[in-house]
């Protein structure tokens, strides 16, 4: 990736998986707000699911390259 190109992406950190962070995570992936999307939280066992569920339905909402 060019320096150019890594300029031009759209990432997007959530911190806490709490049903805030979960919230915001779902709206960002379901109106393709994000070319990344990052987790974060100190139950990473908690966050790790939600990724997973994330996965699960990136494909049915939007384009989201990296979660």
Request: charged share 25%; proline share 0%; hydrophobic share 40%.
């Given at each position: 990736?060019?320096?150019?190109?890594?300029?031009?992406?759209?990432?997007?950190?959530?911190?806490?998986?709490?049903?805030?962070?979960?919230a915001?995570?779902?709206?960002?992936?379901?109106?393709?707000?994000?070319?990344?999307?990052a987790?974060?939280?100190?139950?990473s066992?908690?966050?790790r699911?939600?990724?997973?569920?994330?996965?699960?339905c990136?494909?049915?909402?939007?384009s989201?390259s990296d979660?």
């Open positions: 990736m060019t320096t150019s190109n890594r300029s031009s992406r759209r990432k997007v950190s959530v911190v806490g998986a709490g049903s805030v962070g979960t915001i995570a779902y709206a960002c992936l379901e109106r393709g707000s994000a070319d990344a999307l987790r974060h939280d100190t139950h066992a908690k966050v699911a939600e990724v997973l569920d994330l996965w699960d990136e494909y049915l909402l939007s989201i979660i």
